[in-house]
């Protein structure tokens, strides 16, 4: 049989005494949690370790002795550690003792209550009790691929993480304090390794520094929106401008970092944390940028510039326009359809380019305003940029509609009297193609219609196929926009910062270093804390956004696309397309 004790190696240096920790017995394992030395009572340790396992639920006990040869080199010591072994009769019975000089301890055990002793092999492990006391045991991502080994192993380091960490109250008294019963644990190690001031940072989490100004806002907010939003205008707006889907957004996040409730595990706990320091470096950046704008009058160079850059991309847009309703590339186009179109989309931007001169006084004070918004967050200033984008690129966007409007109905129109001729029919109610006889009339109207929409099909997909491009090219800045957005939201920050701070916080799992093997000896080793990877802290805490995932593949795109379906970028997840 092996015995696997667990021993803190912050208890090396501790006066002689007695063992306190938990006994696993399916493990055949003791995990060594403090050293009561003398002088003690034993009825008052008893008295003490059934408090604690009323509190914290583990059942802590006296499972050996402790004698530390340096300070009492008496043999009346010894003998005296070995009878409070019949006191509190714990079996097997662990005796750690100083050998000479040596810098490790020698392990063994008495069994007095067994008639046909046995020798076990033990294994002593050392192990940082601070750090496994502070750390966080994370299961396998991907639990498929692991093998029932690695599950029993895991399940064993659980037991010994969790046994620690639960040993709150323990940890409370130390052998500074007054009292009958002294301690040495961690926490005496100084006062910086305190756990008071580890479980006091805990406890009050990170949402305990956000004002009650922004508490209150949290619970007005909602109720008002709730009112005002009901309205059909706002309703829209809410839903298809990403500033306001941003605003509700951070809303949600300021809720969970103000709440009184207190985070139930620790994974609760951390995404209230990463919540919080998401926000808080969002509002710094958005600070910052917000700096750089009222600086040197950067605001009124904007507005001077995008005037004239308005015109310029209308200029373009009709030197687009002009160059299509000729022969462009040397193809030969309906020129009555040709005109009717170029026509059609020249006057929008004549619309178009007498709204923004029309609006051009008040743009300088309406950047002036929408720059305030910056310390709302660089997410919320981020937003904003997209839907100006999208307002200011509006015109391309009905054109991009109706040029898909009107290339789809050819496509179906075609489609439709293609099964005209091959004697088939669509039945709306079964939702598929069925056979159907057609007279001399119908087939004559059916070519003729069929003949006039192949032959202005050419024109109309060129328009479609332009504005189309034009669109892509908007969904494109603005689905950068929303990935930095969506990288800031996301990104757990304080996860991050504790992975590259405080590793052993994060723990993936242990490895094992051998300290000393000699035969006839206990084997001795080092247990050492594995922290996680970056890539699977990113994975585990990161945080959910609001923004739209493809939920088309690559295939179901380009049909749409040939197809003339409509794509809209603001579509999120969960929603139906129309």
């Not at 950047?367 to 200011?392: K, N, P, Q, R």
């Not at 039945?427 to 119908?442: A, E, H, I, T």
């Not at 479609?464 to 926009?481: A, D, E, K, N, P």
Request: with cysteine; charged share 20%; glycine share 6%.
């Amino acid at each position: 049989m092996v015995l696997k004790v667990f021993f803190p190696s912050c208890c090396s240096s501790a006066e002689s005494g007695i063992l306190v920790g938990r006994w696993i017995s399916e493990q055949r394992s003791a995990v060594i949690l403090a050293v009561v030395h003398f002088p003690f009572i034993p009825a008052q340790v008893k008295q003490y370790l059934s408090q604690v396992q009323q509190v914290t639920k583990v059942s802590v006990s006296v499972v050996g002795s402790w004698s530390n040869s340096k300070q009492e080199r008496e043999e009346s010591l010894s003998e005296f550690l070995e009878d409070l072994g019949t006191i509190f009769s714990h079996e097997p019975w662990i005796q750690i003792s100083k050998e000479g000089d040596s810098k490790f301890w020698s392990c063994s055990t008495l069994q007095r209550h067994s008639d046909n002793p046995k020798k076990e092999e033990i294994i002593l492990v050392y192990y940082d009790q601070r750090k496994v006391m502070l750390s966080h045991l994370h299961p396998p991502l991907d639990t498929s691929s692991s093998s029932d080994p690695e599950e029993e192993e895991a399940s064993k380091l659980s037991a010994i993480f969790g046994t620690v960490a639960r040993s709150k109250m323990l940890f409370m008294t130390d052998r500074y304090d007054d009292g009958p019963i002294k301690l040495t644990h961690w926490q005496s190690d100084g006062v910086e390794a305190s756990i008071i001031v580890e479980l006091m940072k805990q406890a009050s989490g990170p949402g305990c520094s956000v004002s009650m100004a922004a508490e209150g806002l949290s619970l007005v907010f909602p109720w008002c929106f709730c009112r005002v939003l009901n309205f059909w205008p706002l309703s829209f707006l809410w839903s298809k401008l990403s500033t306001c889907e941003q605003l509700g957004h951070r809303l949600q996040h300021l809720q969970v970092i103000s709440s009184n409730k207190k985070a139930q595990n620790q994974t609760q706990l951390m995404r209230k944390a990463n919540i919080f320091v998401s926000l808080l470096v969002d509002v710094a950046l958005g600070i910052l940028l917000m700096s750089w704008l009222y600086r040197k009058n950067r605001i009124g160079h904007l507005a001077d510039t995008l005037i004239p850059a308005a015109d310029h991309v209308a200029e373009g847009l009709q030197d687009l326009l002009q160059w299509l309703m000729g022969a462009p590339a040397g193809l030969k186009m309906n020129r009555a359809l040709d005109q009717v179109l170029g026509r059609f989309f020249l006057y929008h931007i004549h619309l178009w380019i007498s709204y923004i001169h029309l609006m051009s006084p008040f743009i300088e004070m309406i950047l002036w305003y929408v720059g305030l918004s910056a310390c709302l967050g660089l997410t919320v200033a981020l937003c904003i940029l997209s839907d100006i984008i999208a307002l200011l690129t509006f015109h391309i966007y009905c054109f991009y509609v109706y040029g898909a409007r009107l290339y789809c109905l050819k496509i179906y129109g075609l489609s439709s009297l293609w099964r005209l001729f091959r004697g088939k029919k669509w039945n709306v109610l079964r939702q598929r193609v069925d056979s159907c006889s057609y007279d001399l009339d119908q087939l004559f109207i059916g070519t003729l219609l069929f003949t006039i929409l192949l032959f202005l099909l050419p024109t109309t997909a060129l328009y479609y196929l332009v504005f189309t491009l034009l669109r892509l090219l908007v969904v494109v800045v603005q689905g950068l926009i929303h990935l930095l957005v969506d990288l800031i939201d996301s990104l757990p920050l304080y996860s991050i910062i504790l992975r590259l701070c405080r590793s052993y916080r994060l723990a993936a799992g242990v490895k094992f270093r051998v300290l000393e093997q000699q035969e006839g000896k206990p084997l001795r080793l080092l247990m050492q804390i594995n922290p996680l990877s970056y890539g699977s802290v990113v994975q585990m805490y990161r945080l959910p956004t609001y923004s739209c995932y493809p939920k088309d593949s690559w295939t179901s795109l380009c049909k749409k696309l040939f197809l003339g379906e409509l794509i809209y970028p603001w579509k999120h997840k969960g929603e139906k397309q129309d």
